[in-house]
């Protein structure tokens, strides 16, 4: 009798989940978008988010939505993505908004600005408020943010002469973005906006001195070792360079609510993955770098001590002048004062014992 009754309602379990599957599916809609990458599929792990993410979005929806990846180039230049979202060519793209400060300095904050914050800080600043505050600025751009990973603390990047005191910054043509550009100009460098893939072959003819990238993994990868020896550490302009999902906001405002979850929740898989494999990866390749003859530098206290004046001088200027930038810039670094209130409480007395403890074995 019992059986009877276990196979009845076990009967009547299957019938129900029957007819509700088709109702579920029914009620999501199929909906294909693509997503145009500021980088090449070369370097996997800044390019891997996207694919991460058309990959769980896919997963999450049982192909109902479907995310496509283009490299930077297939569809537009790796500089011009958030254009492409803006004007609708593409859906989304993914990308570092600091690329655009040609547009307003304020577009620096969604991925870093010079002595910001570090990876943990700048995902916590997103969500204490920082991604309401960038995606109220984006809106104006047609721009609605999603976070899209990060690559930790970045390198000070490949120099083909030493840098010893700052007159050595005067004069030098570097590859760098965003904001950070602008501090090295009060030093007398000439700083230079090139994609990822066109920086090998102009440090390589000279046309440039020195480049700045992300880090070991990617470094090796493009191979900046082979035209430039020196090699500098810390990239101040970038303690932790964030990397976001763009997507165009009217795409946005029509998706059903529980695909915009689904992106919310694909995206924040995709942000913790790419911080992940960086860590994992850079030191094998920092390793591998020194042992080919890369010649590892600190940036000296004095060329340090002058970049940080020369960039709380443009953040004064910036400040006066743009009430965009001055709302998210004072958000900003009131919470990064009151992150290393904490920071040297515990996480970096912590780390300042372990890596004293590994010295001594």
Not at 35 to 52: C, E, H, N, Q
Not at 99 to 122: C, E, H, I, M, S
Not at 256 to 262: E, G, L, S
Request: hydrophobic share 45%; proline share 4%; with cysteine.
């Amino acid at each position: 009798m019992k059986r009877r009754q276990f196979l009845t309602a076990a009967g009547a379990g299957v019938a129900t989940a029957a007819i509700a599957k088709p109702a579920i599916a029914q009620s999501a809609p199929e909906v294909k978008w693509r997503v145009t990458s500021s980088f090449p599929k070369s370097l996997d792990t800044i390019y891997g988010a996207s694919d991460t993410l058309a990959k769980y979005v896919a997963e999450m929806t049982d192909n109902k939505f479907q995310i496509q990846a283009f490299a930077a180039g297939e569809i537009v230049p790796g500089l011009q993505a958030a254009d492409a979202v803006t004007n609708g060519t593409v859906e989304m793209c993914h990308t570092a908004s600091y690329y655009y400060v040609g547009k307003d300095p304020t577009w620096a904050f969604g991925t870093a600005v010079p002595f910001g914050l570090n990876a943990r800080q700048q995902n916590a600043w997103f969500l204490a408020g920082g991604m309401d505050l960038l995606n109220e600025f984006y809106g104006g751009y047609n721009i609605h943010a999603l976070v899209g990973g990060n690559t930790g603390c970045q390198m000070g990047g490949w120099f083909r002469k030493e840098i010893k005191t700052v007159a050595d910054v005067s004069g030098l043509k570097m590859r760098i973005g965003g904001f950070a550009g602008r501090v090295l100009t009060k030093l007398g460098a000439v700083p230079q906006q090139i994609a990822g893939g066109d920086i090998y072959p102009a440090l390589e003819k000279g046309t440039i001195d020195a480049a700045e990238w992300v880090g070991p993994f990617d470094d090796q990868k493009l191979g900046f070792n082979k035209v430039a020896p020196f090699y500098y550490y810390p990239g101040w302009w970038e303690g932790g360079a964030a990397l976001q999902f763009m997507i165009n906001k009217p795409k946005w405002d029509a998706l059903p609510k529980q695909y915009k979850a689904v992106l919310q929740a694909a995206a924040a898989l995709a942000d913790t993955e790419m911080t992940a494999k960086y860590d994992s990866r850079n030191p094998g390749a920092l390793k591998q770098l020194v042992a080919a003859g890369t010649q590892l530098r600190p940036f000296p206290q004095e060329v340090m001590e002058a970049c940080y004046k020369a960039a709380n001088e443009l953040y004064a200027e910036t400040t006066a002048q743009n009430a965009k930038f001055k709302k998210i810039h004072d958000h900003m670094m009131a919470f990064r004062n009151d992150e290393y209130l904490w920071w040297q409480v515990a996480e970096y007395t912590f780390d300042n014992f372990q890596i004293r403890a590994r010295a001594r074995g």
